[in-house]
C-alpha cells in the first residue's frame, strides 16, 4: 500500500516587520492589549510588488533545493490560499508558470485557515492512488490586502508569509498516517469577505462600505474553535491508536495563544511540545501550518519516527487534522 511521506519543506516571509507598537500608531490598540488577548507582537507585511504567487514562488524554491529536485520533476502543484493573486486564474498556475513546471497539473483549494489541511487530504489521496508520485503542496497569503486597517479588531491579527512541502509516495510505514477534513457552512458570517465575488459584487457602494475585507465576529469564532479543536485532536489520536504522550510535536494554526493551549491543555501535553510561531508572525491564514513545520524541520525539533500532528480551524467554518510519523 502506497503512502504519502513530506520529504522537504520551504517558507518564505516577507522582510517589512510591522510590531504592535506600529499599530498603535494607526488604530485605537496596545501592545498589551494585543498580546494578552492573541499572543502576537509583531507581524510580516508582503512588498507593495509581492503578490500571493511571489511568497509561493520563494517557499516552493526552497523545497525543492532542500530535496534536490527540480520544478519540472514534480507531478502536481496545489495551492491553498484566500488571497491570491487575482479571481482568474488560480495562483497555482501563476505559481507553475515562475516555476517553469511546464504541462503539469496545478489548481487553488479555498478552505481559509484550514486550506493547507486540505490541499494535504488532496495530495495524499492522489499518491495512495497510485495517480501521481510527488507533489507539490503550498500555502502562500497575501492578508494584508484584504486587512482593513481601521478595525483593531482584525488588523492586529493577520499577517502575510507562504510555506511548501513536497510529498512522496513511499511504501514504508510513515508519512500521513491519517487526515480528516470538516466543513459547516451555518457559520459562514463569523469569518468572511462580503463584496467581490457573485453575490456582492464590486460597486463605489462596497468600496465606500469598506465590504472587500476580512470581516471576523471574534468572540463566537472562538468559542467554536476551542471546543471543535479539543474533539478534532483527541479523536484523531483516539482513532490511530495514538496516544498523547507519544506526540512528539503539535503544529496547530497560528491563530490565537489561548486557542493553542486549551487544545495543548486538552491533551494533556505542555507547550514545549507545541510548535509555536504566532508571536513573531501573527495569522498567515492557509500559510501557517506548513511556515511552522519549516521551521520546526528546521530547528531540529523533528527528528525521524516522530508523531507530529498538525490541526487548524478556519472561515467556512472549516476545520482538519493531519497525523504524520516523520
Known sequence: MYRSRIIS???YLPERVLTNFDLEKMVETSDEWIRERTGIRERRIAAPEEAASDLALSASKAALRRAGLRAKELDLIILATVSGDMPLPST???????LKAKGIPAFDINAACSGFIYALSVADAYIRSGTY?????VGTEVLSRFTDWQDRTTCVLLGDGAGAVILERTRQKRGILDIKIHADGNYWE???VPAGGSRLQTSEETVRERQHFIKMKGNETFKIAVRTLERLVVDTLKDNNIRAEELALLIPHQA???IIAATANRLGI????????????GNTSAASIPIALDEAVGTG???????ILLEAFGGGLTWGSALIKW
Open 9 to 11: 519543506t520551504g517558507s
Open 92 to 98: 497555482a498556475c501563476m505559481l507553475q508558470k515562475k
Open 133 to 137: 508520485s510527488r507533489i507539490l503542496v
Open 190 to 192: 463569523l469569518l468572511h
Open 256 to 258: 490565537n495563544h489561548r
Open 270 to 281: 505542555g507547550l514545549d511540545r507545541v510548535m509555536l510561531n504566532l508571536d513573531r508572525y
Open 301 to 307: 525539533r523533528i527528528k525521524d519516527g516522530d508523531y
